[in-house]
């Protein structure tokens, strides 16, 4: 007659499958999360494996540096009888085709494929100094008002909900709007107004005319700021409101006018914050690839940006006139249209027929593109945490 | 009284500085001095107010732009409903619209014709199929021998047209030819269904290929005869759908030359009726130019110049008399066509060669009918269609919203139809939100309640790494590798109940939706983690001290009390995902028609076509201020209206089910 012993402990934990239940539960859960992980890490793998052998190389100096230093070229591979495949560019196709003779068999050409990206990159490091120098300005000055000046009211509401459906609008619309704006419509100084131009103010030695400032890294920079503008805003209000209290209250009890508190105890801290996590915006504004496809950037071009075709010069021609050309070349560099890296893959992954010479060129440009983009994130993330721990209030 | 006890009020507000300008008498004068030395203005403002200002103006940029996109957008875009209406009105004024009330329904015979030939072959090739497979197996084996000795058969050719003819050269290139072909012809694998006797032959005659003999091989041409025979032998056997299918074919003929002619007639009109229009809009742009125009001379020549342009206008109630006119007989042909399908429907035999053709064959018996049906009640609206009823602005926009065509830059007629764009937009944007969902509030969950430091520091960098990867490496991922992989799993054999396997296009669908969840899902993820984040302790605790497991806590308490932020990051996931462009227009596949719905679940493995993609992929080819580019625009002013309209819901969810503040 003795009891069960199973039972004697009222407190003894119920087996009836609750425990097994949680486990599994917590595993499905579990294996959930790491699918998302896995996917990624799996991605970043596929694209490095396919990619670095582009960038790399074996022998000294380890890296493709023609694949770094050269503007994208039309590939042609050349065929003789043995078919061996040689590659080169439009140049050196007929000095090879010249050279193997009887032995020539097919050419096969292949745009966008060959020589390097050094015109997307500069291009894209244009586009981002641009937007985000922009955009940087403008969201600081957001930031300030709404973290140090504004008042619960009509207008901060306003402003916080125009923020907030900023973020939300989708980056071809940005690109629309860039078109309407910028390209077609932005005021310029010209000397005789094109007939596109909404309204034009003369100056005498010139004219202010709304005609816009073409497809431009102008034009595609501005666009691209206010796409990123919402991520620098809140971002930089984030680091100013991180800013303790106290330090307002010690300046403006020591007779410190408000912008005196601001610019001596209150930007001081929150500057390396704000440039750290504007770095995410660098990332995306150099990501983005509907905003500048009407507003900046081209499918191929064989120039950087500076090198702009302009009538040579007489040869009695004065210092002046030489000085002008340079100031005009330089400024290449914001009035000229550029390739870019995320259009560049596009039309290389889209607009070409697909082979083995332009999946190199692909995944070659992608694996670059990724690193830039992913070490501009991974060390806005560091930095941060650096930051946090720097900073400890 | 009180009123100045008021003003005392004021001006002895904190502003102390107010104060010296009414300095009491009493006061030291270091005070004021010292005051005094901050009163600097600029142009008479305060500059401590001067940098207010400043600042609440670079504020409320964030509240410009919004409204710049709005006036950019509806400055190029607005213009559009006008113009889609002239271009309407000039569809039907030319008669466009006419011929299409017969044309549109008569492209139903097409199907019902490509069904029937389907079953007709399939029919066929239950007798001449082994003969066939035959015929094409030894074709493909020549070939491959062909492909392995081209080099040595182009030397041959060269040095056989070569003059004077090099004999000895010949004959080195023919002995090397020969070599090859018989390698090459011995290292063919030759299918089962040739005897062996029949695959040394072919081996035989393989290697004794040349380049001068163009006649084919003797047991090549058997293979062709017996492959010739069978197919008459079939075409006997089937002789009645043989000729149902012919019969059907022929029927349209007759009618289709009418349209055909009232087309031509149509499109001729509508040409002329906007080459018209196009130089009456330069005459009247000149007679501006010379209205304005202060010089004499220059506003005679311009006032000449457009009067020498004025161009005949197009009469085109003749014109249109033209087409009306050939009604009845249109009439009576489509009476004539609807008599002969049906017919052909009658006679249609029941038997079909296989399963498959026998339910192709039925489907288009019980087609037919239904066809001629459409096709009297479109031949019975000729009557009722006028030519110069004008198009209301309504119906232009009813045709925009609601138009099931989008076809651009076509020689008939172009239309702008939203809805096959919006239709793909949706599909994409349903897929992408089923999967996104439910791994991000997983992984929400199992970060915020179960994982351990060590794994939150690896799943939370992890997943929000996977916001900086640009959208364009996305979709090239999707061209690159995860299309290629859906189409391999999708031919595995044991999945072939999944619908729509095995799929026909790489980049459909359900690829793009894929890899959009995979875009959303740092979004949701974060926004749901914030949402479980701010669960009040006090529930936790109160769940808990019930004598709640874990899991009953996180299902029954905190997923609860954070369903608002969760549905309001769904919603901002989804206008993400519907307004994401580079995937779209790289992996959706870019055909633009509504995805066919009766494939059922299917359907999702179909290309389409959606707003952000048609924008990206059409504005850099069309001209400023077109109709097209005018469309485009439209749908961008659509898709930002999306946009706000799922913020404001976002917003709006995340108060209604506000959670009950601790």
Not at chain 2, 162 to 176: G, L, M
Not at chain 2, 404 to 432: E, H, K, M, R
Request: glycine share 6%.
């Amino acid at each position: 007659m003795n009891p069960a012993p199973t039972n004697d402990n009222p407190f003894a934990g119920d087996n009836s499958g609750i425990q097994q239940r949680e486990t599994a539960a917590r595993w499905a859960l579990r294996v959930g999360s790491y699918i998302v992980v896995l996917i990624t890490l799996a991605i970043m793998l596929h694209i490095f494996v396919k990619g670095a052998p582009v960038v790399f190389q074996a022998k000294w100096p380890f890296v493709n540096t023609q694949f770094l230093t050269e503007l994208p070229a039309t590939l042609h591979v050349i065929e003789d009888q043995q078919g061996n495949h040689i590659e080169t560019d439009v140049n050196g196709a007929d000095a090879v085709k010249k050279k193997l003779g009887e032995d020539f068999r097919a050419e096969k050409t292949i745009s966008y494929s060959g020589g390097g990206i050094l015109g997307p990159i500069v291009g894209t490091a244009l586009l981002v100094v641009v937007s985000v120098g922009v955009a940087l300005f403008l969201g600081v000055a957001c930031a300030i008002y709404l973290s140090e000046y504004a008042k619960h009211g009509k207008f901060l509401e306003m402003v916080r909900l125009a923020i907030l459906n900023l973020a939300g609008v989708p980056s071809v619309v940005f690109g629309l709007f860039g078109l309407g704006a910028f390209v077609l419509t932005a005021p310029t100084f010209v000397d005789v107004p094109a007939e596109r131009s909404v309204f034009s103010i003369p100056l005498g030695f010139t004219t202010l005319s709304f005609e816009g400032w073409d497809t431009c890294v102008l034009s595609g920079g501005f666009t691209l700021a206010f796409v990123i503008l919402p991520v620098i805003i809140t971002a930089s209000e984030q680091c100013l409101q991180a800013v303790p209290q106290g330090f307002r209250e010690t300046s403006m009890a020591l007779g410190a006018t408000r912008w005196q508190t601001i610019r001596y105890s209150v930007l001081p801290f929150a500057t390396p914050g704000i440039l750290t996590s504007s770095i995410l915006g660098i990332a995306r504004a150099a990501g983005e690839t509907a905003p500048i496809m009407f507003t900046a950037a081209l499918a191929f071009k064989d120039k950087l940006p500076w090198q702009k075709d302009l009538p040579p010069l007489p040869a009695d021609a004065s210092i002046f006139a030489h000085w002008e050309q340079s100031v005009s070349r330089f400024l290449g560099i914001f009035t000229e249209s550029v390739q870019a890296l995320p259009y560049h893959i596009y039309t290389l992954a889209a607009k070409i027929p697909q082979n083995e010479y332009a999946e190199r060129a692909q995944y070659g440009s992608v694996f670059v593109f990724l690193v830039l983009v992913a070490s501009l994130a991974a060390s806005s993330v560091l930095l941060r945490k650096r930051l946090r721990a720097k900073y400890r209030w | 009284m009180f009123s100045t006890a008021g003003f005392c009020l004021i001006s002895g507000a904190p502003d102390s500085r107010r104060m010296n300008s009414l300095p009491p008498p009493s006061r030291p004068p270091l005070r004021s001095v010292l005051l005094m030395s901050r009163k600097r203005t600029i142009l008479g403002l305060d500059p401590q107010k001067l940098i207010k200002y400043f600042f609440g103006s670079n504020a409320s940029v964030a509240i410009i732009v919004l409204v710049l996109i709005m006036v950019f957008l509806l400055r190029e875009g607005i213009d559009f409903l006008p113009t889609y209406q002239r271009e309407l009105q000039t569809y039907r004024r030319a008669g466009l619209e006419f011929c299409d009330i017969i044309d549109q329904p008569l492209q139903r015979n097409q199907a019902l014709s490509s069904s029937l030939r389907q079953a007709v072959s399939a029919s066929l090739e239950t007798l001449s199929k082994p003969a066939r497979d035959r015929r094409d197996a030894a074709f493909l084996l020549k070939r491959q021998v062909e492909d392995k000795t081209v080099q040595q058969r182009e030397s041959l050719t060269q040095a056989l047209e070569k003059t004077p003819p090099a004999p000895e050269q010949i004959e080195v290139f023919r002995r090397e030819l020969g070599e090859t072909s018989v390698a090459a012809a011995k290292a063919l694998v030759y299918p089962a269904f040739f005897s062996a006797a029949e695959s040394e032959q072919l081996q035989r005659e393989f290697a004794a290929l040349t380049p001068e003999v163009t006649d084919l091989p003797p047991l090549l041409q058997t293979l062709v005869a017996e492959f010739s025979a069978k197919d008459r032998e079939a075409r006997t056997k089937f002789a009645a759908l043989v000729q149902a299918q012919e019969e059907f074919e022929e029927a349209t003929e007759p009618l289709q030359e009418v349209v055909d002619e009232l087309k031509a007639k149509a499109l001729e009109t509508k040409e002329k009726a906007v080459e018209f229009e196009v130089l009456e809009t330069n005459r009247q742009r000149l007679l501006e130019a010379a209205a304005t125009e202060t010089d004499p001379k220059e506003k005679a020549s311009l006032t000449k110049e457009a009067e020498e342009s004025v161009s005949e206008a197009v009469n085109l109630k003749e014109s249109i008399k033209e087409i009306t006119g050939r009604t009845a007989e249109l009439r009576e042909q489509v009476e004539k066509y609807a008599v002969v399908i049906e017919k052909a429907a009658a006679v249609l035999p029941k038997e079909a060669g296989t399963g498959a053709a026998r339910k192709l064959v039925n489907e288009v018996r019980e087609g037919i009918p239904e066809h001629a049906r459409e096709m009297r009640a479109a031949a019975a609206t000729l009557e009722g269609w006028r030519w110069d009823k004008p198009v209301s602005i309504f119906s232009v926009i009813g045709a925009f919203f609601f138009g099931t065509q989008w076809i651009t830059n076509s020689s008939w007629q172009d239309f702008f139809g939203f809805v096959p764009l919006l239709s793909g937009s949706l599909v994409i944007a349903a897929i992408a939100i089923l999967i996104a969902t439910p791994v991000s509030v997983v992984a929400a969950i199992y970060t915020n309640q179960f994982a351990s430091e060590r794994e939150k520091e690896l799943i939370k960098p992890v997943i929000e790494f996977i916001q900086a990867i640009p959208s364009v490496v996305l979709g090239f991922i999707g061209i690159s590798l995860v299309g290629n992989l859906i189409k391999d799993v999708s031919e595995w054999g044991w999945l072939q109940w999944v619908p729509g396997f095995p799929i026909q296009e790489r980049l459909n669908m359900f690829n793009a939706g894929c890899l959009l969840a995979f875009m959303a899902v740092p979004t949701m993820f974060s926004l749901s983690e914030d949402a479980l984040n701010n669960v009040p302790r006090a529930y936790i605790d109160a769940s808990d001290a019930l004598g709640a497991t874990k899991l009953q806590t996180v299902f029954r308490v905190i997923v609860p009390a954070g369903i608002s932020g969760i549905l309001s990051a769904i919603l901002l996931g989804l206008g993400r995902v519907v307004g994401e462009t580079m995937v779209v227009l790289l992996v959706a596949g870019n055909r633009i028609a509504i995805p066919d719905f009766s494939a059922g679940p299917g359907v999702i493995f179909q290309p389409a076509h959606t707003l952000t993609g048609i924008i990206a992929q059409e504005l850099g080819e069309v001209s400023r201020g077109s109709s097209h580019w005018q469309a485009l625009f439209m749908v961008g002013i659509v898709l930002f209206a999306i946009s706000l309209l799922v913020n404001w819901c976002a917003r709006a969810v995340a108060r209604r089910f506000e959670p009950h503040k601790a």
